[in-house]
């Protein structure tokens, strides 16, 4: 089975839309919203559609307040492995990552163990950003491979497909990142581990509701948590 854990906070908006373009992708896909006690009641929206005829596919983590994208994610995962998903997804919720791309990911992940939708290889893109924002998304992504010694174009995207044997072989406790610093240590990790990465391309289109979750705290910590990341190298070899 599939799994395709959205993390949200206040995407009351987008979540009904989302979730049926999600589960349209293929019969075997199921969805969970980690879902951060949203102001705008977003949970209430997802339980509003379990209780129609996405019920069999469709799962609600209520978390008690706004913890982090990071720990969503964990939490998703965790969730995950207790159950027989094979292939578990990370996605937004503000329609950035096009639910359209799950096909591709579902036929690379057949031989591979991580597949990394990239803003930045051939074919892939991002719409409706400003030239500052892209700067500082390409230049992370540079600053990550450079530091971490990586060769993937897009570190700091968030819409990925692993398999069930990462995310089982990986000290989920251990995860130190909980901002956007989290997809690069994933990636990382992975790496080290000796898994098989493949980047495809994306287009990746801002929100055109909501708010955007990115503050300079979060990219303070990305700065920082590279460093740290290749200083403990040999400890996520373990």
Not at 132 to 152: C, E, K, N, T, W
Not at 171 to 181: A, H, K, T, V
Request: with cysteine; hydrophobic share 40%; proline share 3%.
């Amino acid at each position: 089975m599939i799994l395709v854990i959205i993390p949200t906070y206040n995407e009351r908006d987008n979540i009904a839309r989302i979730i049926p373009q999600v589960l349209a992708q293929h019969k075997d896909i199921h969805i969970l919203v980690v879902d951060d006690n949203s102001p705008d009641q977003t949970g209430k929206a997802v339980e509003d559609l379990m209780a129609g005829e996405c019920a069999e596919r469709l799962h609600i983590l209520r978390r008690a307040g706004k913890l982090g994208l990071g720990t969503a994610y964990i939490a998703g995962f965790k969730w995950a492995l207790e159950r027989d998903y094979q292939y578990i997804f990370e996605m937004d919720a503000d329609f950035s990552h096009n639910p359209d791309y799950i096909p591709d990911f579902l036929r690379e992940i057949e031989h591979s163990d991580l597949v990394i939708g990239s803003r930045y290889v051939a074919g892939g893109g991002v719409k409706n950003w400003g030239m500052i924002r892209q700067m500082i998304s390409r230049g992370g992504s540079l600053y990550s491979r450079l530091i971490l010694g990586l060769h993937f174009r897009d570190l700091t995207g968030g819409f990925k497909c692993f398999r069930r044997e990462v995310l089982a072989s990986l000290n989920l406790e251990d995860i130190r990142s909980n901002g956007y610093s989290f997809q690069i240590e994933m990636t990382y990790r992975a790496f080290l581990k000796g898994f098989r990465i493949r980047e495809i391309p994306i287009v990746f289109e801002d929100r055109t509701l909501g708010k955007s979750k990115m503050s300079r705290k979060i990219f303070l910590e990305a700065v920082f948590m590279v460093l740290k990341l290749r200083r403990d190298k040999n400890h996520f070899q373990l």
